[in-house]
């Protein structure tokens, strides 16, 4: 690309600005290791170290979560090597609906005015689970197609399990929330972030929480930020570990004990980076609510039942903005709506 520093990038791309301040804080976003559950005193340990991440941060970095380091990194050299591709022939696998099977899309969030400004970025995606049709994927780089089929797999095991283990960590029977994940789906998006020459200007990822039950992410260069107590934490990379975070869906099901928190992604003036997300979540026709067994006097339901699929259209119809569709879920226990009340009143006393 040659000297980066006399480019000015586009007004387009400039962000808005961010109320809050940035902390680099290093060994803080939880660790949990969940490598030797058949222990018991490691499962308990590993159960409550979950238990703690989502609620407190809604984040962790996972070790010990049993898919080969070599997969992983082929899965990072691939991506890599399809955006290293020319423009157009990235392009052929153009798409607007991140709903679709397969798609690539870069800054289409401007043209449906769906974001506050454009991002630095592009992004290919593809449905891992049910599998996409394999002739959709990109036929560049030659191991494209293994690789990404055998990762999606691998990552889509390690999803089941890990619903156990949150089931498990909220008191619940392991099995509990796979029974309402009827028709699960896993999609992945490899987001890919070129180097910027003003990259404090712009934004890579605008500020969001994530739509489906949780997310599990690998990156190997920096910029996936946490909004933690008012401030933007960088998570680290951590060799070896996956990033895993809580998604409006689970936060739905575990009543609020489990927290979907708002992240971004920063970009940075020295090299490309990529990140992996992979997105589980029920089918589209899975009704998600509280789940009783976490409804009580003390704790009534925090939301009202939808639809998967309704929420998931509900939230990419909105601008992409802190704003999440959770709220339009939410039951408010402490007052009636306004029109009721004096609806109710003026029945009562006129
Ligand atoms: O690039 C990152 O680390 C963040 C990606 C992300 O939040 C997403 O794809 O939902
Ligand atoms: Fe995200």
């Not at 089931?167 to 070129?194: C, K, V, W």
């Not at 934004?203 to 190997?220: K, M, R, V």
């Amino acid at each position: 690309m040659g000297s980066l520093s006399f480019f000015k990038i586009p007004g387009e791309f400039h962000r808005a600005p961010d109320p809050h301040p940035w902390k680099d804080l290093d060994h803080e976003v939880p660790v949990v290791d969940i490598s030797s559950l058949e222990d018991t005193d490691s499962r308990e340990g590993a159960l409550q170290a979950l238990r703690d991440a989502c609620e407190s941060w809604g984040f962790f970095q996972l070790l010990g979560h049993g898919i080969p380091r070599e997969l992983s990194d082929k899965m990072m050299e691939v991506a890599y090597k399809f955006f290293d591709l020319p423009a157009q022939d990235k392009l052929v696998y153009c798409s607007d609906n991140v709903l679709d099977d397969v798609g690539f899309a870069t800054n289409f969030e401007v043209s449906k005015s769906r974001r506050p400004s454009a991002t630095w970025q592009e992004f290919f995606f593809q449905m891992c689970s049910p599998p996409c049709d394999p002739s959709k994927l990109p036929e560049n780089p030659a191991r494209y197609l293994n690789v990404s089929t055998s990762y999606g797999a691998e990552v889509t095991a390690l999803a089941r399990r890990l619903l156990e283990l949150f089931s498990e960590s909220l008191g619940l029977e392991a099995s509990e929330l796979a029974g309402r994940f009827e028709g699960e789906l896993m999609s992945m998006r490899l987001n890919h972030y070129p180097p910027c020459p003003e990259p404090q200007l712009t934004i890579g990822i605008q500020p969001h929480s994530d739509i489906n039950a949780f997310t599990i992410l690998q990156q190997d260069v920096e910029g996936l930020q946490v909004l933690h107590d008012g401030a933007w934490v960088t998570l680290k990379p951590l060799p070896g570990a996956l990033v895993v975070n809580v998604g409006d869906q689970l936060q739905i099901l575990s009543n609020d004990k489990f927290k979907s928190v708002e992240h971004r992604g920063v970009v940075n003036g020295e090299r490309a980076r990529v990140s992996i997300a992979c997105f589980y979540s029920p089918g589209l026709g899975a009704r998600i609510g509280p789940i009783p067994g976490l409804v009580n006097e003390e704790c009534p339901a925090k939301y009202k039942e939808s639809l998967y699929g309704e929420y998931a259209k509900a939230s990419l119809s909105m601008e992409l903005n802190r704003k999440s569709a959770l709220s339009t879920l939410k039951v408010d226990d402490q007052k009636p709506e306004l029109p009721s009340t004096l609806f109710n009143l003026w029945n009562k006393h006129w």
